[in-house]
């Protein structure tokens, strides 16, 4: 469709019909060159007759508002501002990727898919790799053809809907007819900027006096996450498809067959996409596309493999929050000398004292650094790094800015090596170095002694429990917890759900402080209430336990299904300590350590925890966990032990499968163990188990029972 197909009458001379004709023919017409511009690369018409067609769309919808269509190029132009993004729990989590920086690395990746699948070595495996886009991660739902809703990844459980601003960008359809199309799929991808278009925005954005965006990445996170999509259709956002989540029904059984399907249904992939067979043919795709980086016109950070099969992608599951099946090959940090101007001191949630450098800015990767960390004392010890070097800097896996190391010529007459201070910036608390008392060695990093009454600490742990993945209180962010802390209004977690039935007795009311209003504060209470039901895993994570990350609480929680049988089995530890079965218990679960049950114990024997924790229970309700991938089977909550060599299965595969079962997979044989699966040559475990009068199967026993379903 050109201008000149386009009727001449005036809009308001249209009859209903006519209109509704032509604001079809204007539909079908302004998508194809969508498709043409955005997929292909191969516009058949100037800009201004593209503006003049969506000007004439306009015009009759504006005549006859209602014959406007469900896929009506307006709905790019931006619907009214919404208030805040709603939440949108993702049907299937958008699980993040293991990293990669060597091809020795990437070698290794290959052979443990080979030997989890039991694979033999001369055996093809095909791989996809691709250019990993440094965007926006998206997921895109489509029903019955028809673009339903749109969220961005979020914690990867839940993100936030940004539907009316995706509906706004050129190269995503909003309707899809092909037949072999599912009823219901999550399209997922990477949302980003080119970077003419990069540069443009921020001519404009300085030409209008507002800020400019650090980088491609931070522009295109920023447009999208608009409240008026009308701002997000001003931006020139693009789209790669490389990826699903639920999905009623796949097109093809392998990776690439997948991302032909959706170059067919109209989706942009990224064309330098290869099919690889093994490892030689990766790596020769990684390096070919490092050298053309540089010249892609828009930014990437390295390549992503996927296994190409996708029953064997199902085989392989996952670990952790990632999925065995892929991995990132991230390229190499870029580096960049500056001048150290100073070496601040930060305390952290958990006491730590950590060196920051602060540097003369310098443009890193596309990214201006101003600061850069130095680890810990021993690093600007070995590295001997001081005040006034010149020193080399790099984006490790092109995010972290860290000091590789400094220039000795460059040194400034009379600059001295830095001495680490032994008291907390903070409070003026002892800071040490604490001896493990298992190894004898010291620890590396110094800590404040001060626990609670030191304020650094406190804001911390405050700042981390309304984290995105602890209990994500929209409106908590960085500046309110310290302006709150500073003003008492909130010193512990606790004081948080009691924020707004103390607001009426203070004199300094939040409604008449700058920046606050009615509307603000009424909002902030509403997210506050949202959050007085939280599940196990945020709930253990929030609490800021050392050596307890995400992944540690999501095992725990795993573990235990409730807080009260955690809290009971983690007490039982405290009371009968290393020497007890309650301490082995925990350290018997998967993916938990000595470690962890060492600050579990630390944690819940002091008493200020634990009361902090009481007066936080009386204000929230703790959900219990649904346990991952379990379902309803006859190993459902056994704990299973597999040991020697197994023929039918590899050891990787049987544990996967158990979890998936909702089984407990534990490292050795106690009283609690239902069943013991021996193969050949099982060896002390077994004879644990026989001496426990623990249940002892075959791997074909085993495999039987868990047929039984």
Same mark, same amino acid.
Request: net charge neutral; with cysteine.
């Given at each position: 469709?050109?201008t000149s197909?386009?009727s001449?009458?005036?809009?308001s001379?249209?009859?209903?019909e006519?209109a509704?004709?032509?604001?079809?023919?204007?539909a #079908?017409?302004?998508a194809?060159?969508?498709r043409l511009?955005?997929?292909?690369?191969?516009?058949?018409?100037?800009d201004?007759q593209y503006?003049?067609?969506v *000007?004439?769309?306009?015009e009759i919808?504006a005549?006859?508002?209602e014959?406007i269509r469900?896929?009506s190029?307006?709905h790019?132009?931006? &619907?009214?501002? #919404?208030e805040?993004?709603?939440?949108v729990?993702?049907?299937?989590?958008?699980?993040?990727?293991?990293?990669?920086?060597?091809?020795a690395?990437?070698?290794e990746f290959?052979e443990?898919?080979r030997?989890?699948?039991g694979i033999?070595?001369? $055996?093809s495996?095909?791989f996809?790799a691709?250019?990993?886009?440094?965007?926006?991660s998206?997921?895109i739902?489509y029903?019955? /053809?028809?673009?339903?809703?749109?969220?961005t990844?979020?914690?990867g459980?839940?993100?936030?809907?940004?539907t009316?601003n995706?509906?706004?960008?050129?190269g995503?359809?909003?309707t899809?007819?092909?037949?072999d199309?599912p009823?219901?799929?999550d399209?997922?991808?990477?949302?980003?900027?080119?970077h003419?278009?990069?540069?443009k925005?921020?001519a404009d954005q300085a030409a &209008?006096?507002q800020?400019?965006?650090?980088?491609?990445?931070n522009?295109?996170a /920023?447009?999208?996450?608009?409240l008026?999509?009308k701002?997000t259709?001003s931006?020139p956002?693009?789209?790669? !498809?490389?990826?699903?989540?639920?999905?009623?029904?796949?097109?093809?059984?392998t990776?690439?067959?997948v991302?032909q399907?959706y170059?067919?249904?109209?989706?942009?992939t990224?064309?330098l996409?290869?099919l690889?067979c093994g490892? $030689?043919e990766?790596l020769?795709f990684y390096r070919e596309t490092?050298v053309?980086r540089?010249?892609?016109?828009y930014?990437i950070?390295?390549?992503v493999?996927k296994?190409?099969r996708l029953?064997?992608?199902?085989?392989?599951?996952f670990v952790?929050r990632?999925?065995r099946w892929?991995?990132?090959?991230k390229?190499?940090a870029e580096q960049a000398?500056?001048i150290?101007r100073d070496i601040e001191?930060?305390?952290?949630?958990?006491?730590a004292l950590?060196?920051?450098?602060?540097?003369e800015?310098?443009t890193?990767?596309?990214?201006?650094v &101003?600061n850069?960390t130095?680890h810990?004392?021993?690093?600007?010890r070995r590295k001997?790094v001081?005040?006034? $070097?010149?020193?080399v800097v790099q *984006?490790a896996?092109?995010?972290?800015?860290?000091i590789v190391g400094v220039?000795?010529?460059k040194r400034p007459p009379?600059?001295?090596?830095?001495?680490?201070?032994?008291?907390?910036? &903070?409070c /003026?608390?002892?800071a040490?170095?604490?001896?493990?008392e298992?190894?004898g060695?010291?620890d590396?990093?110094?800590?404040c002694?001060? /626990?609670?009454v030191?304020?650094a600490?406190a804001?911390e742990r405050?700042?981390h429990?309304?984290?995105?993945?602890?209990f994500d209180?929209?409106?908590l962010?960085?500046?309110q917890?310290?302006?709150f802390?500073?003003?008492g209004?909130?010193?512990?977690p606790a004081?948080?759900?009691?924020l707004?039935?103390?607001?009426e007795?203070?004199s300094d009311?939040?409604v008449?402080k700058?920046?606050?209003?009615r509307?603000?504060?009424?909002?902030l209470?509403?997210?506050?209430?949202a959050?007085?039901?939280v599940?196990?895993d945020?709930f253990?994570?929030?609490?800021?336990?050392?050596h307890v990350?995400?992944?540690?609480a999501?095992?725990?929680?795993?573990?235990?299904?409730?807080?009260?049988?955690f809290r009971?089995?983690?007490?039982? !530890?405290?009371?009968g300590g290393h020497d007890?079965?309650?301490?082995?218990?925990i350290?018997?679960i998967?993916?938990i350590g000595?470690?962890v049950?060492d600050a579990?114990?630390?944690?819940?024997?002091?008493p200020?925890?634990t009361?902090?924790i009481? !007066?936080?229970l009386a204000?929230v309700?703790?959900?219990p966990f649904t346990?991952?991938?379990?379902?309803?089977?006859?190993v459902?909550?056994?704990?299973?032990?597999?040991?020697?060599?197994?023929?039918?299965?590899t050891?990787s595969e049987?544990k996967?499968q158990a979890?998936?079962?909702?089984a407990?997979?534990?490292g050795s044989?106690s009283?609690?163990?239902?069943?013991?699966?021996?193969?050949?040559?099982?060896g002390?475990?077994?004879?644990?188990?026989r001496e426990?009068g623990v249940?002892v199967?075959?791997?074909?026993?085993?495999l039987q029972?868990i047929?039984?379903g």
């Amino acid at each position: 469709m050109t201008t000149s197909a386009v009727s001449r009458k005036p809009a308001s001379a249209l009859t209903p019909e006519e209109a509704r004709a032509e604001l079809a023919r204007l539909a #079908a017409g302004i998508a194809r060159h969508d498709r043409l511009y955005y997929q292909a690369d191969a516009p058949e018409i100037s800009d201004a007759q593209y503006d003049a067609l969506v *000007r004439r769309n306009g015009e009759i919808e504006a005549r006859f508002p209602e014959l406007i269509r469900p896929d009506s190029p307006s709905h790019r132009i931006g &619907a009214p501002p #919404a208030e805040a993004f709603g939440k949108v729990r993702h049907r299937v989590p958008m699980l993040s990727l293991g990293n990669a920086f060597s091809e020795a690395e990437i070698g290794e990746f290959v052979e443990r898919v080979r030997r989890f699948l039991g694979i033999k070595p001369d $055996d093809s495996i095909e791989f996809t790799a691709e250019p990993k886009i440094d965007g926006l991660s998206i997921s895109i739902r489509y029903e019955h /053809g028809r673009l339903a809703e749109a969220a961005t990844r979020g914690d990867g459980t839940e993100g936030e809907n940004v539907t009316a601003n995706v509906r706004t960008i050129r190269g995503i359809p909003h309707t899809l007819g092909a037949a072999d199309f599912p009823d219901v799929i999550d399209v997922r991808g990477e949302i980003y900027l080119a970077h003419d278009d990069f540069q443009k925005l921020n001519a404009d954005q300085a030409a &209008a006096g507002q800020k400019v965006f650090a980088n491609p990445r931070n522009a295109a996170a /920023g447009s999208l996450r608009q409240l008026d999509p009308k701002v997000t259709a001003s931006r020139p956002l693009r789209f790669f !498809a490389y990826s699903w989540g639920e999905a009623s029904r796949l097109p093809a059984r392998t990776q690439w067959e997948v991302y032909q399907a959706y170059r067919r249904w109209g989706f942009p992939t990224n064309p330098l996409a290869r099919l690889c067979c093994g490892l $030689d043919e990766m790596l020769a795709f990684y390096r070919e596309t490092s050298v053309q980086r540089a010249t892609l016109g828009y930014d990437i950070d390295g390549i992503v493999y996927k296994v190409n099969r996708l029953d064997l992608q199902d085989r392989l599951g996952f670990v952790s929050r990632s999925p065995r099946w892929a991995i990132a090959h991230k390229f190499p940090a870029e580096q960049a000398m500056t001048i150290l101007r100073d070496i601040e001191i930060q305390v952290g949630r958990t006491g730590a004292l950590t060196p920051v450098a602060k540097l003369e800015p310098v443009t890193v990767g596309g990214v201006v650094v &101003a600061n850069a960390t130095l680890h810990n004392e021993d690093e600007i010890r070995r590295k001997d790094v001081r005040v006034g $070097d010149t020193v080399v800097v790099q *984006r490790a896996g092109d995010v972290i800015p860290q000091i590789v190391g400094v220039v000795p010529e460059k040194r400034p007459p009379g600059a001295k090596p830095f001495e680490f201070p032994t008291t907390c910036p &903070a409070c /003026g608390s002892h800071a040490v170095r604490e001896v493990n008392e298992r190894t004898g060695e010291m620890d590396a990093v110094r800590r404040c002694t001060g /626990g609670l009454v030191c304020p650094a600490q406190a804001k911390e742990r405050l700042r981390h429990f309304v984290s995105r993945n602890a209990f994500d209180i929209e409106g908590l962010g960085e500046k309110q917890i310290e302006a709150f802390y500073d003003e008492g209004r909130i010193m512990q977690p606790a004081d948080i759900f009691t924020l707004a039935g103390r607001e009426e007795r203070r004199s300094d009311k939040l409604v008449d402080k700058k920046g606050y209003g009615r509307k603000s504060v009424e909002n902030l209470f509403k997210a506050i209430e949202a959050r007085r039901s939280v599940p196990l895993d945020r709930f253990i994570y929030a609490l800021g336990i050392r050596h307890v990350g995400e992944t540690t609480a999501r095992d725990l929680a795993n573990a235990y299904h409730t807080w009260e049988a955690f809290r009971a089995a983690v007490e039982a !530890a405290v009371e009968g300590g290393h020497d007890s079965d309650a301490y082995r218990d925990i350290d018997n679960i998967e993916g938990i350590g000595e470690a962890v049950v060492d600050a579990l114990i630390d944690f819940f024997s002091e008493p200020h925890n634990t009361q902090a924790i009481d !007066a936080l229970l009386a204000e929230v309700t703790v959900l219990p966990f649904t346990r991952v991938m379990a379902a309803a089977s006859s190993v459902a909550g056994r704990t299973v032990v597999f040991t020697g060599s197994l023929e039918r299965l590899t050891r990787s595969e049987a544990k996967a499968q158990a979890e998936r079962l909702g089984a407990k997979v534990a490292g050795s044989v106690s009283k609690k163990t239902d069943y013991v699966v021996a193969g050949a040559d099982a060896g002390s475990k077994l004879a644990k188990a026989r001496e426990l009068g623990v249940e002892v199967l075959t791997e074909d026993e085993w495999l039987q029972l868990i047929a039984q379903g």
